[in-house]
């Protein structure tokens, strides 16, 4: 199951650059991430300094 980022996300890119599949994008106020490319590593969630990101 994918990751989500929650309204609690600052859009500072730590989560994009930490993806190893690329499944996390900037969009319009917050980080979003692809459901069908993430892989479920949880390589973001670590990385996040907010803890915006949960398993969906």
């Known amino acids: ?12 890119g730590a989560c994009e650059s ?20 993430c892989i479920d590593c949880g390589a973001c969630e670590g990385s996040c300094p907010t803890g915006s990101i949960a398993e969906a």
């Open 1 to 12: 199951m994918a990751r989500v980022i929650n309204d609690g996300c600052v859009s500072c």
């Open 18 to 37: 930490s993806c190893p599949v690329g499944a996390i994008t900037a969009g319009d106020d917050k980080y979003v991430i692809d459901a069908a490319t």
